[in-house]
C-alpha cells in the first residue's frame, strides 16, 4: 500500500511540475483543427493518414523498422509544413513541428528546443531542395533534411514521412 501511494505522489509531482512550467513559459498545446493560416497561405498539399519520425544524427540503431499507425498528419502550405499526431487518447490533432524552407531573422529557430518549451511546437529549418522520395520501399516516405548548423537541427539527421500519397508529395 505504501508502494501505491508513493507512486501517485510521483505521478501527481510530475503532473503539478509539468503545469508549473507551461504557466511560467506560456508554453501551450497547439492543434491543426482551429489552426489560422497566414494572410494568402493557402494548403498545396495534405495527408491525415501518415506517420512521422525524426532520425537523429547521433545514437541512431544500424537498421529500424518504423510503425505505420497512421496517426499522424501532414499539411504543406505555400509557407510552411505542418507536421503533428493524433494523441493516444483525444481526438483534436496537436501540432509538433512546423517547418520551414525561409530562415526567419529570429525566433525559435535560434534555441536548441526550436521553440518547444515556448511555443509549443518545434521549428525547424529545411534545407532548400533536400527532399528525396523512396517511392519503391515497401512503405514509401520522404526525407527532408534539416538546414544545418542551426541550434533548432542539432542532432537532427533527417525527418522522414510516412505516406501512401508520397509520389504527389511536393514543397513549396
Do not use: C
Not at 138 to 166: C, M, Q, W, Y
Request: proline letters at 5%; a positive charge.
Amino acid at each position: 500500500m505504501k508502494s501505491l501511494l508513493l507512486f501517485i505522489a510521483a505521478l501527481s509531482t510530475i503532473v503539478f511540475v509539468a503545469w508549473t512550467f507551461e504557466k511560467v513559459t506560456g508554453a501551450r498545446t497547439w492543434y491543426i483543427e482551429p489552426w489560422t493560416f497566414g494572410e494568402g497561405e493557402t494548403v498545396l498539399w495534405r495527408d491525415d493518414a501518415s506517420d512521422s519520425y525524426l532520425i537523429p544524427t547521433y545514437g541512431q540503431a544500424r537498421f529500424t523498422s518504423f510503425a505505420r499507425p497512421r496517426r499522424g498528419f501532414v499539411v504543406v502550405t505555400n509557407r510552411r509544413l505542418i507536421i503533428g499526431m493524433k494523441p493516444l487518447f483525444g481526438s483534436n490533432r496537436m501540432v509538433q513541428y512546423v517547418l520551414s524552407t525561409e530562415a526567419a531573422a529570429d525566433g525559435p529557430r535560434k534555441k536548441l528546443d526550436g521553440g518547444l518549451l515556448a511555443v509549443g511546437y518545434q521549428t525547424i529549418i529545411l534545407q532548400a531542395g533536400a527532399v528525396q522520395a523512396h517511392l519503391d520501399e515497401k512503405k514509401p516516405f520522404v526525407d527532408l533534411r534539416p538546414l544545418s548548423g542551426e541550434p533548432s537541427s542539432t542532432n537532427i539527421d533527417k525527418l522522414r514521412i510516412f505516406s501512401d500519397s508520397a509520389a504527389s508529395f511536393r514543397l513549396p
